[in-house]
Nanobody, 114 residues
Framework: QVHLVESGGGSVQPGESLKLSCVASGFTFGDFNMRWYRQPPGKGRELVAHISGTGAITNYADAVKGRFTISKDNAENTLYLQMNSLKAEDTAVYYC???????WGQGTQVTVSS
């Protein structure tokens, strides 16, 4: 079955960087678009970034454009989110998602605070 496992979250100061990973299993990773979502404290889940199956097409939420980069390694079945210049408002639980079939990982906490 489809399984998504995120890692790489943590606590950092504003301006620092983090790289999230999501290891996928149970399907042919390169055949599917993938997404990163986040859920800030007390708020709803929001789309952060989208990538096509081949990795050729990416889209970002306006709030993260120019700071975050989504990528995928189809040989390693892994989705990434490089997050630079982190801000306090980036604090959230970050989730890996396969939109086809609506599969989700368990989430990884990112906290940005001075």
């Amino acid at each position: 079955q489809v399984h998504l496992v995120e890692s790489g979250g943590g606590s950092v100061q504003p301006g620092e960087s983090l790289k999230l990973s999501c290891v996928a299993s149970g399907f042919t990773f390169g055949d599917f678009n993938m997404r990163w979502y986040r859920q800030p404290p007390g708020k709803g889940r929001e789309l952060v970034a989208h990538i096509s199956g081949t990795g050729a097409i990416t889209n970002y939420a306006d709030a993260v454009k120019g700071r975050f980069t989504i990528s995928k390694d189809n040989a390693e079945n892994t989705l990434y989110l490089q997050m630079n210049s982190l801000k306090a408002e980036d604090t959230a639980v970050y989730y890996c998602n396969r939109p086809t079939g609506n599969f989700w990982g368990q989430g990884t906490q990112v906290t940005v605070s001075s």
